[in-house]
């Protein structure tokens, strides 16, 4: 339950089969308490986030395409172009309000933003200002953000459910359900 719930536990010698055999039933056992609803919320809301992220992601680095050309040519991505890490960087600039003029430093005529490499031979310091300034962008970069923190809070509240529950199981109360590995029994 503390592997599920991410509460530090201590560390027996036990082989991954076993471990997994423990957390299904750990999971089954909580399908009997309230906690499983917060799991299954967890999970959706990370699910989501997950999958904002990486339309915002590809919606950035379509556009840095758009304006800028093809980005996975290995010739040129070796030579002129380092694409990868700018959408990484605009998403970052965002969710934690970083204003971007700063950071920007021309070695060699490369452009590297927050010691990233961003670019050879291209100035795509404008695009990112841009991006980072757009108010659609800030708007799901911030819906992301709230759904992280949602993530954030509803873990908290796993592990202090969970612990609540591991207490109890300490002081002799049994699980409610049934599992594989519990006893059979009888009266």
Not at 95 to 101: E, G, L, R, S, T
Not at 117 to 142: C, M, P
Not at 166 to 179: A, F, Q, T, V, Y
Request: aromatic residues 8%.
């Amino acid at each position: 339950m503390k592997e599920i719930a991410g509460i530090e536990r201590e560390v027996h010698a036990i082989d991954p089969e076993n471990l997994k055999i423990l957390v299904e039933c750990a999971e089954e056992h909580l399908s009997y308490y309230p906690v499983h609803d917060l799991l299954t919320e967890r999970r959706q809301k990370l699910e989501e986030a997950e999958e904002k992220e990486k339309t915002f992601m590809e919606s950035l680095a379509r556009r840095l395409e758009e304006e800028f050309g093809e980005l996975t040519d290995p010739v040129r991505a070796t030579r002129d172009f380092v694409g990868e890490n700018i959408p990484s960087q605009i998403y970052y600039c965002i969710y934690y309000k970083i204003k971007p003029h700063k950071y920007f430093e021309y070695k060699n005529d490369e452009l590297w933003f927050r010691n990233t490499l961003i670019a050879r031979g291209f100035n795509v310091k404008e695009f990112i200002i841009r991006e980072i300034e757009n108010r659609d962008n800030i708007k799901a970069v911030e819906e992301i953000k709230r759904l992280r923190e949602k993530v954030s809070k509803i873990s908290e509240e796993i592990k202090r459910e969970i612990h609540k529950l591991i207490l109890k199981i300490e002081s002799g109360e049994p699980l409610i359900g049934k599992c594989r590995t519990c006893p059979e029994v009888t009266l």
